[in-house]
């Protein structure tokens, strides 16, 4: 009964919620980077960019994706919008 | 002759390993196929219990390293099976004892003599499983269906791949259907995916699994056990034949499946 009571209420199950911890936690293991080194890689990029183009740094978004077996780092780095009018 | 040599490894204990060892073999052997099995959990011997074996040990798998035995003398003869052997671990001993280039060596000298070599690892990443995996053709990695043994699962895949034994393939140990349709089991497409790695077979938990080693007579000798049926099939994959996985879906009743489609609604 408790197990109709849950699907009818549409809780979370446990093993979903394996499922998505272990999805972070095989990203860590098999890439041996931790969220501290993604922030010093995050803030060295978007100097490294900075130099050459006009970026937002507050949009920057560095994320590690999987397909398979593999990783994959992911940027999205938005350029900044020129003002026409200022810059002339 | 060329034997396959097979070796069966984990990460984590307790998944199922010596079993899936003693099932494999026994199935291979009953297809009429030649097997030696390689307990190489030394200091923990366990395979030769599980087949019913304990009894006739006289040398182990350091004696033949050691030069104390010739390795014939080694193969312990099973009871059912005349063309099925064991190697015991020794159990007085630690794992330094053996190296990975003793493995291959011993191995190298059994191939012409069978069809199969299966190899029972021990648990963990260390010189041990270095000593199992070492002369595999393949490696089949067992797992269970929750966040432990499915995280160490990736380690090994991750250590095999490096090692250039990979891809490696997977066998789902302990599946509880009835947890499954609760929700509170993942099911062999969660482990799937996140493990991303081929499947070779689907076992459920199964009474009979601990009944049968009781009396080391493996499971896979009871017609009426499915996790038997289970370690046949596998077999059967490993001989090169396409069987359909097993099917481990509870049928639903109607109060079920009206209140799949009642959740759905409400999502």
């Known amino acids: 009964m408790a197990d109709w009571l849950s699907k009818i209420t549409g809780r979370t199950s446990s093993a979903h919620e394996a499922k998505e911890r272990l999805k972070l936690v095989l990203i860590h293991d098999r890439t041996d980077i931790n969220p501290d080194t993604m922030e010093k890689l995050k803030d060295d990029l978007i100097k490294t960019i900075s130099r050459h183009i006009l970026i937002d740094p507050a949009s920057v978004k560095i994320t590690m994706m999987h397909e398979g077996r593999e990783q994959r780092l992911v940027a999205d780095i938005q350029l900044k919008q020129h003002d026409r009018k200022s810059s002339g | ?267």
């Open chain 2, 1 to 267: 002759m060329a034997a396959k040599t097979i070796t069966i490894t984990s990460g984590k204990g307790g998944v199922g390993k010596t079993t899936a060892t003693a099932n494999l073999a026994v199935a291979l052997a009953n297809l009429g196929q030649k097997v030696v099995c390689i307990d190489s959990d030394i200091g923990l011997r366990n395979l030769d219990v599980v087949l019913g074996l304990e009894n006739r040990i006289v040398y182990d798998l350091v004696d033949v390293i050691e030069g104390r035995c010739r390795i014939k003398q080694a193969m312990i003869r099973d009871k059912r099976f005349v063309e099925l052997h064991l190697i015991p671990a020794a159990q007085t001993r630690d794992k330094n004892a053996v190296s990975p280039s003793d493995m291959v060596k011993l191995v190298d000298e059994l191939r012409d003599e069978v069809d199969w070599i299966i190899i029972d690892s021990p648990a963990g990443i260390e010189r041990g499983f270095r000593n199992a995996i070492a002369p595999a053709d393949e490696i089949i990695i067992v797992t269970n269906p929750d966040v432990s043994a499915v995280r160490d699962a990736d380690r090994i895949i991750g250590i095999i791949e490096a090692e250039q034994k990979g891809p490696g393939k997977l066998i789902l140990n302990r599946i509880n259907p009835h947890m499954i349709q609760r929700g509170d089991m993942m099911d062999a497409s969660d482990v799937l995916d996140l493990l991303a790695v081929k499947l070779v077979g689907l076992v459920p938990e199964d009474e009979h699994v601990i009944a049968s080693s009781n009396i080391g007579k493996p499971v896979v000798l009871d017609e009426k056990s499915k996790a038997g049926q289970a370690f046949r099939n596998i077999a059967r994959r490993l001989m090169g034949d396409e069987i359909p996985f097993m099917d481990l879906e509870i049928k639903e009743d109607l109060l079920h499946r009206l209140s799949k489609v009642f959740k759905s609604g409400v999502n």
